[in-house]
Every structure is written in structure tokens, then in C-alpha cells.
Nanobody, 127 residues
Framework: QVQLVESGGGLVQAGTSLRLSCAAS????????MGWFRQAPGKEREFVAA????????YYTDSVKGRFTISRDNAKNTVYLQMNNLKPEDTAVYYC????????????????????WGQGTQVTVSS
């Protein structure tokens, strides 16, 4: 079992930055790929970024490339999403998710590849 708790969301102005954190409990964190997804009002949940269990491999959706950075600290059981140059269209509830041990498939873009999800943290970007 893995429990995930996101933090760091808030209300910010366009062009500013936020760093989301996702603290994980459970013994499998260091062997699990981690992902960030988001869901805006009235829209489906969408993939944002993923990182392999070693942190060597990362993957981003096109709309956040060059602005967002995913990273992890396995010693702290935490994954981060640094979000720079935020835009109003980044407004959403952001969720972190843990994949299955030692699995990396389809760049981890598919929600079905993740077994555990956090409750989400709201990010609102005003123009």
C-alpha cells in the first residue's frame, strides 16, 4: 500500500511559480514511477509529467515542457513538480500517482498505469 499526500497548491498570478510536493508512505516508493496529473473544471483528468523510479527518465506533456520540472527524493519519499511561468490554463486540481514497481510503459502517460492516487491540490492561476 502507498499513501500519497499532495501539498503546495494555491492561488497565484500568471507568470509566477509554484512547487507541488507529494509525500508518500509505504515501502514501494523508491521502486515506483511517479506521475502528476491534473483536472480542470469540466474536463477530463490529463497527464502532466512522469518520472522513473531512479529519477533518470522524465516525460512531460507538450503544454508544460520547458516550464514544469518533475523530480524526486527517494530518501524523503517525496516527488515534486516545479511549475514556472504559470498560465491561467494551468488552473486545475493536481494529483500525484504511484505506478507499479519497476514498471515504465508508454512514458507513464496513461492513468491506468498507476495504482495509487493522492487527494489532489488546487492550483489557480489568475490572469
Amino acid at each position: 500500500q502507498v499513501q500519497l499526500v499532495e501539498s503546495g497548491g494555491g492561488l497565484v498570478q500568471a507568470g509566477t511559480s509554484l512547487r507541488l510536493s507529494c509525500a508518500a508512505s509505504g515501502r514501494t516508493f523508491s521502486s515506483s514511477a511517479m506521475g502528476w496529473f491534473r483536472q480542470a473544471p469540466g474536463k477530463e483528468r490529463e497527464f502532466v509529467a512522469a518520472i522513473s523510479w531512479t529519477g533518470v527518465i522524465t516525460y512531460y506533456t507538450d503544454s508544460v515542457k520547458g516550464r514544469f520540472t518533475i523530480s524526486r527524493d527517494n530518501a524523503k519519499n517525496t516527488v515534486y513538480l516545479q511549475m514556472n511561468n504559470l498560465k491561467p490554463e494551468d488552473t486545475a486540481v493536481y494529483y500525484c500517482a504511484a505506478g507499479r514497481s519497476y514498471q515504465w510503459s508508454n512514458s507513464q502517460r496513461v492513468a491506468g498505469l498507476y495504482d495509487y492516487w493522492g487527494q489532489g491540490t488546487q492550483v489557480t492561476v489568475s490572469s
